[in-house]
Nanobody, 119 residues
Framework: QVQLVESGGGLVQAGGSLRLSCAAS????????MGWFRQAPGKEREFVAA????????VYADSVKGRFTISRDTAKNTVYLQMNSLKPDDTADYFC????????????WGQGTQVTVSS
């Protein structure tokens, strides 16, 4: 079992920045590819970015490339999502996930954190 706890959401103006954090714990969590997904009101949950613990290899959705950066701190067992140049379309609940494969979510989810970007 893997436990994930997100933090860092909030309200920001368009063009601003936020950093989300996901603290991981539990059994063998470092064997999982970690990722972020988001779900806007009335829309399906979508892939945002992913990273593996050991090599730090990253993958991004086209909609966030060049604006968002996913990273991990192995000493703190934490994955981050730095979000810059935020747009109103980035408004959503953001979820940390463990077990990402081919931009599809794995079995472990955090509780989510809300991000609201005002125009």
């Amino acid at each position: 079992q893997v436990q994930l706890v997100e933090s860092g959401g909030g309200l920001v103006q368009a063009g601003g920045s936020l950093r989300l954090s996901c603290a991981a714990s539990g059994r063998a969590f470092r064997t999982y590819v970690m990722g972020w997904f988001r779900q806007a009101p009335g829309k399906e949950r979508e892939f945002v970015a992913a990273i593996n613990w050991f090599g730090g290899i990253t993958v991004y959705a086209d909609s966030v490339k060049g604006r968002f950066t996913i990273s991990r701190d192995t000493a703190k067992n934490t994955v981050y999502l730095q979000m810059n140049s935020l747009k109103p379309d980035d408004t959503a609940d953001y979820f940390c996930n463990a077990g990402v494969a081919s931009q599809r979510p794995g079995p472990y989810w955090g509780q989510g954190t809300q991000v609201t970007v005002s125009s």
